[in-house]
């Protein structure tokens, strides 16, 4: 219950500030944060930690695989298999990053 009152007071107190500022700060911040993601070292790290995340979830797939095995059931397999036949078809994930 803490954590939900935290959080709504939290989302009300962001509201207040938000409408205070304005559409200038709003438009400011929204300037800034898309410069920031368009940095090509943000862009490269980001990349690296998709990747790095996707090998690491490669790897907890073939371990769980393995202790599982036939246990799993047949919709989850198949759910797993699109979902990477999916990923490895385009070269690009679904959020738009290459698997490189």
Do not use: I
């Not at 500030?17 to 090509?40: H, V």
């Not at 980001?46 to 695989?65: F, I, M, Y």
Request: glycine share 10%.
């Amino acid at each position: 219950m803490r954590y939900k009152l935290t959080f709504v007071v939290g989302l009300a107190l962001g509201y207040v500030l938000g409408t205070r500022a304005g559409r200038e700060r709003y438009e400011q911040l929204r300037k800034s944060a898309r410069e920031f993601s368009q940095n090509p070292a943000v862009r490269n790290a980001a990349e690296s930690a998709a990747h790095t995340g996707r090998e690491v979830a490669g790897k907890a797939l073939h371990t769980v695989s393995d202790k599982v095995g036939d246990r799993m059931p047949e919709s989850v397999a198949e759910r797993v298999r699109s979902l990477k036949e999916r990923s490895q078809g385009n070269g690009q994930d679904e959020w738009g990053t290459s698997n490189t």
